[in-house]
């Protein structure tokens, strides 16, 4: 097995576009990137830049920060989803972002940038190829994000009703807390520490004022969850340079594995697939772990499939705050990556998709 | 769900209806926010990349060959040069304008990547590779490159 490391890292911060009702901090201001201009770096609204820009800034930074140039990269691969989007072909337009001479070895997942990553990583195995680029983009302000994920269910059962996401993570809520594994407050002491945490951290720009025991007097969305207990969901992008026998952060281990479609017949209240995933990837307990949670309660399964402490978990607030469809995955690979440059031994980077949990991507990063 | 032609109790299921609608809201980025300002204006104006130095029209935010923004804005002229074109002959839904006529890559002059447009004024037969076309401006304020109305050839009808 080939030893592939993390070398660079690159990343549009998520840009919340859609204020949710329930922030009640200070006024948001409209966010704002950083890229390169032509004289020097200028500062740009989310809506300014198109795909291929936002690839071209993410893709350009994590060369920059790996100390090489698209003439080094052997493999390109990119997730992204049109649906998302809303226009055919949107991964190929985004292209330009990564120039197309001389050509290179390409592919393109339908799913966020962690299974890019997880691609690419598998074609560094191959050992023809030495260093691969992996980029991610999402714009889930342009379109009904709630309505593409309920595309996304089986067509001859579930999307015919159209449940939104929060229906199906209410049913798994609700039996968590049947089963005696969690309760209201515990969903909505995830929350608040998310919030707490995100404030704090470089690449979140959002904040709101979430006071834990007034949060139980808002009413049920999908009960037992409220509107916070669903990730907000934002814009983004994200990059990351892969060197075969490199330097930075390597990757230990990474694993995939998907439970059933049929909710009916999973037990909803844990995660088989994300405790198969982590013990493939290598197990055991990492000194940080950054989860890609769509809802509060997942927060809870993940910790107890993962065995992981609370403490552990999310330092950067994670993605409840700031939720970039097809990049949050890749991004929680980039703050794993960062807490091992920043000293950690050992980090875990998750990345989940579909309803519920239903699939779960495990990548743990060590210290080279 | 199931058809309503399945009169017998019996009968199985063959298809079912699931109508999806999805709805969105594109907005132009800057970069071509900027050009559709400028052909409001009766302008066609592209922008070049600092690398290769080719001039795009309509402009990209990135060069597709050299992977860097594009910033410096570059007045086009309002005639080219074709470049190929195709004779559309038959109808499809959703077609603006009556079949035949001709969609062809004209060259802006100035610019360096051919623009995709409509030739009229000329009977579709013709028109030949290489013949230089100028742009005839719609009246109405469109900020769609539907301002430009067609290409004709240049100083007029032939």
Request: proline share 8%; with cysteine.
């Amino acid at each position: 097995m080939r030893r592939v490391h993390v070398q660079g890292v690159g990343r549009l911060p998520p840009a919340v576009r859609n204020v949710p009702s329930y922030a009640t901090g200070p006024a948001w201001d409209e966010p704002q990137w950083s890229v390169a201009g032509p004289d020097g770096p200028e500062l740009l609204t989310p809506a300014a830049l198109d795909e291929a820009e936002m690839v071209q800034a993410v893709t350009a930074a994590a060369l920059a920060d790996a100390g090489l140039s698209r003439d080094d990269v052997g493999f390109i691969c990119s997730g992204s989803n049109d649906y998302h989007q809303g226009r055919p072909f949107s991964f190929v337009m985004a292209l330009d972002g990564v120039g197309c001479w001389p050509p290179k070895r390409e592919s393109h997942v339908e799913m966020d940038g962690a299974f890019a990553l997880y691609e690419a990583w598998v074609r560094l195995q191959h050992g023809d190829v030495d260093v691969a680029l992996v980029y991610a983009y999402g714009r889930s302000s342009l379109g009904p994000t709630d309505e593409v994920l309920s595309l996304q269910l089986d067509p001859y059962f579930l999307a015919p009703l159209g449940p939104p996401p929060i229906a199906l993570a209410g049913l798994q809520a609700q039996a968590l807390v049947d089963a005696g594994l969690a309760t209201e407050a515990d969903f909505a002491a995830v929350v608040a520490r998310a919030w707490r945490a995100a404030a704090d951290d470089l690449y979140t720009s959002v904040s709101a004022e979430l006071v834990e025991d007034r949060m139980l007097l808002h009413p049920a969305v999908a009960s037992p969850l409220r509107a916070h207990d669903q990730a907000s969901f934002a814009d983004g992008a994200a990059a990351v340079v892969l060197v075969a026998e490199g330097a930075g952060p390597a990757i230990e281990g990474i694993a995939h594995c998907i439970d059933p479609m049929d909710f009916g017949t999973r037990d909803l209240t844990t995660s088989r697939s994300a405790r198969l995933a982590h013990a493939a990837a290598g197990g055991g307990i990492p000194e940080v772990a950054e989860l890609h949670l769509r809802f509060s309660p997942e927060a809870l399964i993940l910790r107890d499939a993962l065995g992981l402490e609370e403490a552990l978990v999310d330092p950067t607030g994670g993605t409840l705050p700031s939720d970039v469809p097809m990049v949050s995955g890749l991004t929680r690979v980039i703050a794993a990556t960062e807490h091992v440059r920043g000293g950690a031994g050992r980090a875990l980077a998750h990345c989940t998709a579909g309803p519920c949990l239903q699939q779960n991507l495990v990548t743990l990063l060590v210290a080279p | 769900m199931s058809d309503s032609d399945h009169t017998h109790e019996t009968a199985p299921v063959t298809r079912f209806k699931a109508p999806t609608r999805l709805d969105y809201t594109v907005t132009a980025a800057a970069v071509t926010a900027d050009f559709l300002r400028h052909i409001l204006e009766q302008r066609l104006v592209g922008r070049r990349c600092p690398v290769c130095a080719k001039v795009y029209l309509p402009p990209r935010g990135v060069c597709p060959t050299c992977a860097v923004r594009c910033h410096e804005q570059v007045e086009a002229g309002h005639a080219g040069t074709i470049d190929t074109f195709s004779v559309v002959r038959i109808p499809f839904e959703g077609q603006v304008l009556e079949p035949p006529y001709v969609c062809a890559r004209i060259l802006i002059d100035g610019t360096d990547a051919p623009l995709l447009h409509i030739v009229g004024e000329i009977a579709p037969e013709e028109v030949t590779l290489g013949m230089r076309v100028e742009a005839v401006w719609d009246d109405r304020p469109l900020p769609t490159l539907a301002r430009v109305r067609y290409f004709r050839p240049e100083g007029g009808t032939p």
